[in-house]
C-alpha cells in the first residue's frame, strides 16, 4: 500500500514557468511533510518542509500548498529554470525517529 | 543545512566479498540514521533504520545478515553488503536526523555500488 502518492511520473516545463507537483497522503497521522530534489548521481537535497497546521510555506521559487481536509499538498516552482531540472520526491513522517515515506517521484524538465 | 557524508562515493568489488559504506553527520549528532537503496529512476526504499547503541531495525525484505548496520557512535553509521552479488549493485544512501530539530532528514551524497 503506498502510502505518499505523487503524479505526475514526469513533467516538462518551459523555462520562466510554473512546474506543480502534487502529492496526496492516506494517514492522517503523518505531520511532517518535506520535499526533496535529487539531481542524477546524488542524494536528495531537502528543499522545504511543512507541517500541517500551515497552508502554505514559500522559500524564495518553492512554495508548498497544504490541504489538510484533502490529504493533499503540492510544490509549485515559480520562474522555472533549466537548473531545476531534476527529480522531485514529496514525502511524509508521522513522528521525529520515524522514517520518510516516500513519493515515487517526479521527474522534471525545464527547457528553454 | 546540516552535513551528512557518504564515502566512498563509488565502489567495485568482486561477487563475493564484503564491501562497507560509511555514513557521518558532520555537524551534528544523530541518535538515528536511515540507510535507503534506489534503483535507477525509482523512489527511495528504506532498507533500515540506525539506532545508535542498538541494533538496527530491518525492513521486511532486507536480509539482516546480508546488509550489516552499526551504529557505532553519534556521528557514525556503516552499512556492510556482505558476499556481495551482482543484484546487490546499486545507490546506496544513508539520512540522519538532528535531533535537536524538528522532523528535518538530511541525506548524504550516496554511495554507488557495482558488484562484478
Known amino acids: 500500500q503506498q502510502q505518499v502518492k505523487q503524479s505526475p511520473q514526469s513533467l516538462i516545463v518551459q523555462k520562466g514557468g510554473i512546474s506543480i507537483i502534487n502529492c496526496a497522503y492516506e494517514n492522517t497521522a503523518f505531520d511532517y511533510f518535506p520535499w526533496y530534489q535529487q539531481f542524477p548521481g546524488k542524494g536528495p537535497a531537502l528543499l522545504i518542509a511543512?507541517?500541517?497546521?500551515?497552508s502554505e510555506k514559500k522559500e524564495g521559487r518553492f512554495t508548498i500548498s497544504f490541504n489538510k481536509s484533502a490529504k493533499q499538498f503540492s510544490l509549485h516552482i515559480m520562474d522555472s529554470q533549466p537548473g531545476d531540472s531534476a527529480t522531485y520526491f514529496c514525502a511524509a513522517s508521522i513522528r521525529a525517529n520515524t522514517p520518510l515515506v516516500f513519493g515515487k517521484g517526479t521527474r522534471l524538465s525545464v527547457i528553454a | 543545512g546540516a552535513v551528512v557524508s557518504q564515502h566512498p562515493s563509488w565502489v567495485i568489488c568482486k561477487s563475493g566479498t564484503s564491501v562497507k559504506i560509511e555514513c557521518r553527520s558532520l555537524d551534528f549528532q544523530a541518535t538515528t540514521m536511515f540507510w535507503y537503496r534506489q534503483f535507477p529512476k525509482q523512489s527511495l526504499m528504506l532498507m533500515a533504520t540506525?539506532?545508535?547503541?542498538?541494533?538496527?531495525?530491518?525492513e521486511q525484505g532486507v536480509e539482516k545478515d546480508k546488509f550489516l548496520i552499526n551504529h557505532a557512535s553519534l556521528t557514525l553509521s556503516t552499512l556492510t553488503v556482505t558476499s556481495a552479488h551482482p543484484e546487490d549493485s546499486s545507490f546506496y544512501i544513508c539520512s540522519a536526523r538532528p535531533g535537536a530539530r524538528e522532523n528535518t532528514i538530511y541525506f548524504g551524497e550516496g554511495s554507488w555500488l557495482t558488484v562484478v
Open positions: 540506525s539506532n545508535e547503541g542498538s541494533k538496527a531495525t530491518y
Open positions: 511543512i507541517r500541517p497546521d500551515v
